[in-house]
């Protein structure tokens, strides 16, 4: 797989709930803790604002605007954002899939979309690897998505036997697809795993890594999947993603040796000699310095909160912080 679907993968989507939004009048709601969720949605007429926690300025929405918050950041939408906003648990019932909620007697804005939860020991760590506001403005890229947002309708309002699938798989499909649309924009400027992934040069090496985790990947080797002298590449590197890429290539065999300790019975040493680990004594060492556990302590469950093992967010992309965090 490429990238940015392992990293879905490893995210392990549950709990899709679907639903609509209509609303009248003047407006202001925010969603507060959004528990390690993603957010697909879609503005079907009307406009509102939309303000995330960490990021300066609000953005306007518009009628046929696709947006994602990949993040799980807490966020805010109103008609105007000089209202004080009301809690949405006092306006959204709990888990409710399917269905429109109308707020102010409806009528001037209408958005649909879903919500899914998403598990595993690390979701915090690979949502934080997302943009927290993917905005799709773009007639053309807006076109690519339309089809996924008029199913999705459809399920609402008029409900068929596996409607909860479907639904499922059109919010896989949204979010895919909005941020691919998202990289292909180039996000010149920005630092972090998402716009790393955006830069041919980076990219080329993260997706070396991907294809291959195993493999012994040397400095020298990245470089040249990218196209540069080995010390440029490395800056860049460095500068961009907010680790060196020897640190990213085992913070990453980790990540996925997690995975595979908590969902599967593998063997440490098979785990081990899968990622490019000779014995089970040098994967084991490496493994507890980036998960600040052992792996069998690990695969019991007794894991404990691990450092962030990528600086995912542009503002802990500094190597004071690396430092900190490791």
Known sequence: MDPLSDVLSLLKPRSYVSAGFDAGGNWSIQFSDQHERIKCYAVVSGGCWLSVDGVADAVRLETG?????PSGRPFRLASDMTLTPVEAGTIFPPARSGGVVTYN??????????RFAVSGNHA???LGMLPPIVHIRKEADQAALRWSVERMMQELHEPQPGGFLVAQHLAHMMLVQALR?????GLGGGAGWFFALADRQMAAAINAIHDDPAHRWTLQELAQRAGMSRSTFALKFKEMVGTSPMEYLTNWRMLLAGDRLANSSDPISSIALSLGYESESAFSTAFKRVMNCTPRQYGRGRNPAT????????????AARWLKAG
């Open 65 to 69: 605007d696709c947006f994602v918050l």
């Open 105 to 114: 007697g409806g009528g001037d804005f209408f958005l649909v979309g879903s």
């Open 124 to 126: 915090g760590i690979l």
């Open 181 to 185: 649309l998202h990289l292909a924009e």
């Open 307 to 318: 450092p962030s093992a990528f600086n995912t967010r542009p503002e802990d992309t500094a």
